[in-house]
């Protein structure tokens, strides 16, 4: 079974620093992974989308990696701002009992950012 | 594109009582997804359809929940004879499934509270 895990649980920064959040899993097979935002008691929202062929993507500030054979990505964030506290989840599409590729999340990374 | 949309955004029922969600995706969306989400924790995967059909269902979609996507559109989730343990977020997400890339986009979610 595929595992996620998310490092570190909780990350606590001041504005302006460049941050790195990562993400690991334990089966190499998969489709492909994605970042996603949360912000408390709401839905997630997309940020990147790598495909298991790609190495990496980026939107703005935002950086995410992929290295299949070691099982891992990172998000990175450039200049890190206020508004860019929330939880950071990673979902990785496994293939899952019926045949389908299923997106598995980590428990997320919980994010403050402080003025 | 009016996103994916979900209703109720709060639910208080007692235990014991049926509850039943509605979600409506993206309007070309093929693909309907139905997490499951506790506090502190990383969205759970239940079911999905592609079109009208379910795939996939995961074990922890005991035979107290039952989804639907008639027509391959909205869909509901319903819990019937509610417990405690039901309380959290009820997330829907959609995509358009080609065989290429899959993006999910998700919802506000449903709160469950079960007393």
């Known amino acids: 079974k595929q595992e996620v895990t998310q490092i570190p649980a909780a990350l606590s920064v001041p504005e302006g620093e460049n941050l790195v959040l990562n993400c690991s899993f334990t089966d190499s097979a998969i489709y492909n992974l994605q970042w996603f935002r949360q912000d408390p008691g709401k839905g997630l929202t997309s940020l990147l989308l790598?495909?298991?062929?790609?190495r990496e993507q980026t939107s703005g500030r935002l950086n995410a990696s992929l290295d299949k054979s070691s099982g891992r990505s990172t998000l990175y964030i450039a200049a890190s701002q206020p508004g860019d506290s929330a939880t950071y989840l990673c979902a990785v599409r496994v293939q899952g009992a019926g045949g389908s590729y299923i997106p598995t999340f980590g428990r997320g990374t919980s994010l403050i950012v402080h003025p | 594109d009016t996103g994916v949309s979900q209703n109720p955004r709060h639910k208080i029922t007692k235990r014991g009582q049926n509850v039943t969600f509605r979600c409506d995706p993206i309007?070309?969306?093929?693909?309907l997804y139905w997490y499951r989400q506790t506090l502190g924790q990383g969205p759970e995967f239940l079911t999905y359809f592609q079109n009208e059909a379910q795939l996939e269902k995961s074990r922890l979609l005991s035979d107290r929940f039952s989804a639907e996507r008639p027509k391959g559109s909205f869909s509901t989730l319903e819990i019937q004879r509610t417990e405690q343990g039901d309380s959290a977020m009820y997330l829907c997400?959609?995509?358009?499934?080609?065989?290429?890339?899959?993006?999910?986009?998700f919802g506000s979610g449903t709160q469950l509270s079960v007393l």
């Open positions: 790598i495909q298991s062929s790609q």
């Open positions: 309007s070309e969306h093929n693909r």
């Open positions: 997400a959609s995509s358009l499934f080609t065989g290429d890339v899959e993006k999910l986009f």
